[in-house]
């Protein structure tokens, strides 16, 4: 059936925004938990403790991404409403969990691994479904419930530095686990609009058949060169894209003492990310085929030039100046994501090329904060691995500047094939054609014979 374009979406709707507010704005305000957690944890004897401390928010992010290919399987096999409430069920335990430890180490399991497997499990699904409510203004409800995550990323800060200075770290992440009860909630919104024939016989017989491997995992989208590079060159671009989201925090507190609002950098993160997804995704639409890849380039090339000026800066109205211009262009940068993969692959196969490059993604974005954290640890300060962390995105977007013409070129092959098989099957029509008449010749001079 088609899609009602309302009713009940509407709800799935708020509960897909919400969903993509708390896991993306917990995330990207790990910079408040970062800082809190040296304070608790370190102590002033670990001289490795920055490189320690930034693996939790960096398992945690990363992990999301990692497990996308994998939560792409389950919500094909077992649909969006069991998959996101027992995500955000596991999510809830993670973080409550988190909120009992007392040394660094154990958070690297429940917060790095088990909070953010849960988010992955819960996200994923709320894309998914949207589709099934929505065909006519799914661009419309898409933006909508992407503004959740600028939303929260803009808010949460102040609200977790307000309840870290007045209850401390851990209460704070029991206050967090509220999110995630909702978010648990909202789960069970994800009503199926479509009932398959065959799983409900099935489902009498007390059988469960598992889709063909094929099906479950779609490797054919590697076959295509434009999306391989694509699928190489943004990983490529992301050893840097989340350090400053981590360190910047603490770098504020470095440079310019505890008396600065470090939050309102990432509240200026928020807004323009937000503002930047509005007007990149309109300014997609007019751009034709695969040339939306330039606008990911330019992305990349001011998110490393951005991340680049962090350590010239020595006011902190110039670090507002840098952080307003990175989240415009971190918005476009995330926006486009999905017209591009449909460009590349096609309808068919682009939940499956999505799932694969967020999987990929997640290798240089676990890495990168721990290294700058390491370098911190060494130099004494942050310069160096702000400078460093600008690199990455200039040789992603160098890389991906191939792709358009990488994709035209597959076009015309494309186009060239069906020419080639045309001209065959006229070939082989006339040749039919020239037999018959040859046999037909025949038997009349047979029957004229006899």
């Known amino acids: 059936p088609e899609p009602p374009e309302g009713g009940w979406g509407w709800v799935v709707m708020l509960a897909a925004m919400w969903c993509n507010g708390a896991v993306f704005g ?4 790990c910079g408040v938990l970062f800082v809190s957690m040296l304070q608790l944890f370190g102590g002033g004897e670990d001289e490795q403790m920055a490189f320690k401390t930034a693996w939790v928010n960096s398992l945690s992010m990363g992990m999301v991404f990692f497990c996308s290919p994998i939560v792409s399987v389950f919500t094909d096999l077992f649909g969006c409403r069991k998959v996101a409430v027992i995500g955000a069920a596991v999510g809830f335990v993670g973080l409550l969990s988190s909120s009992f ?3 660094i180490e154990p958070l690297y399991f429940t917060y790095g691994i088990l909070f953010a497997c849960g988010c992955s499990f819960a996200y994923q699904p709320s894309l998914v479904i949207l589709g099934h409510y929505f065909k006519k203004r799914l661009g419309l409800v898409n933006g909508i419930v992407t503004a959740g995550s600028s939303l929260f990323t803009v808010s949460l800060p102040f609200l977790l530095r307000a309840l870290i200075d007045s209850v401390g770290l851990y209460n704070t992440l029991r206050v967090l686990c509220i999110l995630m009860f909702v978010l648990f909630l909202g789960g069970f919104t994800y009503r199926p609009l479509v009932s398959n024939a065959k799983d409900k016989e099935g489902g009498k017989k007390g059988k469960f058949r598992f889709p063909p491997e094929k099906k479950i995992c779609n490797f054919s989208v590697f076959k295509v060169l434009s999306y391989r ?3 190489f060159g943004i990983p490529a671009a992301l050893f840097g894209y989340f350090v400053p989201y981590v360190h910047l925090m603490k770098h504020v507190k470095d440079r310019f003492g505890d008396n600065m609002p470090e939050e309102v950098l990432l509240l200026c993160l928020g807004i323009t990310s937000g503002v930047g997804r509005l007007i990149f995704g309109r300014v997609a639409d007019y751009i034709p085929g695969a040339k939306k890849v330039y606008l990911q380039v330019a992305s990349f090339f001011f998110i490393g030039l951005m991340s680049m000026m962090i350590p010239l800066c020595h006011v902190f109205g110039g670090l507002i100046a840098v952080c307003l211009f990175m989240g415009l262009f971190d918005g476009c940068f995330i926006c486009i994501m999905a017209p591009i993969a449909f460009e590349l692959v096609g309808a068919q196969d682009v939940s ?7 999987g990929l993604m997640s290798i240089p974005m676990t890495v990168g904060p721990p290294v700058a954290g390491l370098l911190r640890d060494h130099l004494g300060t942050y310069d160096v691995a702000f400078y460093l962390a600008g690199v990455p995105p200039l040789i992603g977007g160098a ?13 015309l092959k494309e186009r060239a094939k069906p020419v ?3 001209t065959t099957e006229k070939m082989l029509e006339n040749e039919s054609t020239l037999v018959s008449d040859t046999t037909e010749k025949t038997v009349k001079e047979m029957e004229s014979g006899f």
């Open 229 to 231: 590079i694509w699928a």
């Open 26 to 29: 917990i995330q990207n305000s």
């Open 420 to 422: 080639d098989g045309e």
């Open 101 to 103: 430890v007392r040394t």
């Open 352 to 358: 499956q090329a999505i799932g694969f490059l967020l």
């Open 399 to 411: 890389i991906l500047c191939f792709i358009p013409w990488v994709h035209e070129r597959q076009k």
